[in-house]
């Protein structure tokens, strides 16, 4: 194909390297006839697409105005661009000769005859090589993936959106891909902040609750034990107090889950779940014990992130079962022996994921607003409920579904999204008893009058039962993990590559390639024990701000490694003293 002189290469190189983009084309229903007879030579004398018009996509755009603008010099060596639309290839090329080669291009094209189109103009083989240049299958799941390894990007540069305005013109997916990325943006920004700032008490948490979560059990063979159960996941949003007195009345057969927050509300509201859930880790989940009646929850397991602060389990009067997740202790070392799950960023979504796990029927979701109605931020009896609401930056104007504006916020917002993602993996129905609040993507819209008539409310005979004896069988002791220290030959690795590189520093201007070798194998050593790593999450990017972030060492860097490696002594230590316990539960002792 003349016209397109780099397509076969390109193809080959994907095909050759087991590029997902390559296996996505060879399903993809393309139109050949388009390749073929869409390409022309415009009256600006370049390559051009004709569009179903009949016009070209350059002839009212030409390319070198449209980009001009794509170009942003800060942080430029350490940051990365998401291009939503290929054309020919005219912003790519454009970002691709303008970048330093350590800048990241990610291309999502949702056409493939387009994809074709551009990959035939240039030959982007080295580009792939020196991992420059990725392309994006045009998958929810795979953006995920491709936006959760940007994390140095995220914090020693910056991530650009550029939406390919020629692109636009052919169809509304353009469009809709620039905002699945851009949400997905937003949503790894929070995650990422959070990560950055907070993962030493998530993991110092996990570190004080190991031995508390190794005696109280494993959830790890709850999968699949909720066959037939229907399930209700109980939000303590404002509309929850209209549905209350019904369900109150008629609960149904039906399994009720909700946060630890919402349970105070539920005791107000005199409805008692089955089972709740808290995640969160700081201390402000103790506000809730001064709200909550012992006796309430005395039988109502309590399924807890790891990661929680240990004054709640401490306090908490119910049955507790531990919940591994991703991130934390439990991420590499524990995933044959204990359920490890991606919790995500509310309880909503942890207990949908669970509940999937579970395998129940269906789901039902209530209570779950992600905005102020009537002025109020919470049904009554949660310890965050605010009535008297003043409009601060932070709010947001929305839609209900009766096209009225109500106010949400950005982490309402973000917590629904993710909600939504997650409830498209879902293999059976999930309806939606609304309120007035935030439509749920996903869902199927009820009312309380309708969960009654399509029985909605009802699960198999004694399959909730089942699930609930299930639940407290995975409680009690498992065998002990035994876990050897490691802060000996910690130790002494640590201060021999120190002695090392300070050697090294003596002679900065000549050994630049020698200090960046020998940081690059301290960074490798930090990063290969799985136990140890998510606790030393905020040390690697240290280290990796050494390694990747930085052209030049100066005399400052030898004091910011010496600041860096003392902070990993001290945790692996700790690990050590509270994690590392012999099968006789008797400690070891740390170096």
């Not at 959760?148 to 995220?154: A, C, E, P, T, V």
């Not at 009896?381 to 009535?387: A, I, Q």
């Not at 490696?565 to 590392?580: H, N, S, T």
Request: charged share 25%; hydrophobic share 40%; net charge neutral.
């Amino acid at each position: 194909m003349s016209a397109y002189p780099f397509l076969k290469d390109n193809i080959e190189y994907l095909q050759r390297t087991g590029n997902p983009v390559f296996q996505w084309l060879s399903a993809s229903d393309f139109h050949e006839e388009k390749l073929m007879n869409n390409l022309f030579i415009n009256q600006f004398g370049i390559h051009d697409w004709r569009m179903e018009d009949g016009n070209g996509m350059f002839e009212s755009l030409p390319p070198d105005g449209l980009f001009a603008g794509w170009l942003h010099p800060e942080k430029a060596r350490t940051s990365a661009t998401f291009v939503i639309g290929s054309n020919l290839g005219y912003g790519v090329n454009h970002l691709l000769k303008n970048t330093p080669d350590t800048h990241k291009i990610m291309l999502m094209e949702p056409r493939a005859e387009m994809l074709l189109a551009c990959l035939g103009q240039t030959d982007y083989r080295p580009f792939f090589e020196n991992k420059k240049f990725h392309l994006m299958v045009p998958d929810e799941r795979f953006v995920a993936e491709v936006v959760r390894n940007l994390d140095l990007q995220f914090v020693y540069g910056q991530i650009h959106l550029k939406s390919d305005i020629a692109s636009r013109q052919l169809g509304p997916e353009y469009a809709k891909w620039a905002r699945i990325i851009k949400n997905r943006l937003e949503n790894f920004s929070l995650e990422l902040s959070t990560l950055r700032f907070r993962q030493d008490v998530m993991v110092g948490n996990e570190i004080n609750n190991f031995q508390r979560a190794m005696q109280d059990g494993s959830l790890k063979s709850i999968e699949g034990k909720g066959a037939g159960v229907g399930a209700v996941i109980l939000g303590a949003g404002p509309s929850l107090e209209a549905m209350a007195p019904k369900l109150r009345e008629n609960p149904g057969h039906v399994l009720y889950a909700c946060a630890l927050q919402t349970v105070p509300t539920l005791q107000r509201l005199g409805i008692k779940p089955h089972l709740c859930a808290a995640i969160d880790y700081d201390k402000s989940m103790l506000k809730i014990f001064e709200r909550l009646d012992p006796d309430f929850v005395q039988d109502v397991p309590l399924i807890y992130s790891t990661k929680i602060d240990p004054m709640v389990l401490k306090r908490y009067p119910g049955p507790t079962l531990p919940l591994w997740t991703i991130g934390g202790l439990g991420t590499y070392v524990l995933k044959e022996r204990d359920m490890v799950m991606d919790a995500g960023g509310n309880v909503s979504v942890t207990l949908s994921r669970f509940l999937r796990i579970c395998g129940v029927n269906h789901l039902l979701l209530a209570g779950q607003d992600y905005a102020w109605l009537n002025g109020k931020s919470h049904s009554g009896g949660h310890h965050n409920e605010t009535t008297n609401m003043t409009k601060r930056s932070y709010h947001q104007t929305t839609k209900n579904l009766d096209g009225e504006d109500i106010l949400t916020t950005v982490q309402y917002m973000t917590a629904k999204r993710e909600l939504e993602d997650d409830l498209k993996q879902a293999q059976f129905p999930i309806y939606n008893l609304y309120g007035g609040g935030v439509p749920i993507e996903g869902t199927k819209v009820v009312d309380i009058d309708s969960l009654y008539s399509e029985g909605i409310l009802a699960s198999a005979p004694g399959s909730v039962d089942r699930l609930r004896s299930a639940l407290l069988d995975c409680r009690g002791s498992i065998p002990p993990i035994r876990l050897e220290p490691r802060s000996p030959m910690w130790t002494t690795s640590l201060r021999n590559a120190e002695k090392h590189l300070t050697k090294l520093f003596h002679n900065i201007s000549g050994n630049q390639s020698e200090i960046h070798a020998a940081l690059t194998r301290i960074e490798l050593f930090i990063k290969q024990d799985p136990l140890y790593l998510p606790y030393l999450f905020n040390e690697t990017l240290d280290l990796a701000g050494l390694t990747r972030a930085k052209a030049d060492y100066d005399r400052k860097d030898l004091p910011e490694f010496k600041r860096i490696a003392k902070i990993i002594l001290k945790k692996v230590r700790e690990m050590d003293r509270m994690v590392c316990v012999t099968g006789d539960k008797s400690r070891q002792s740390a170096a």
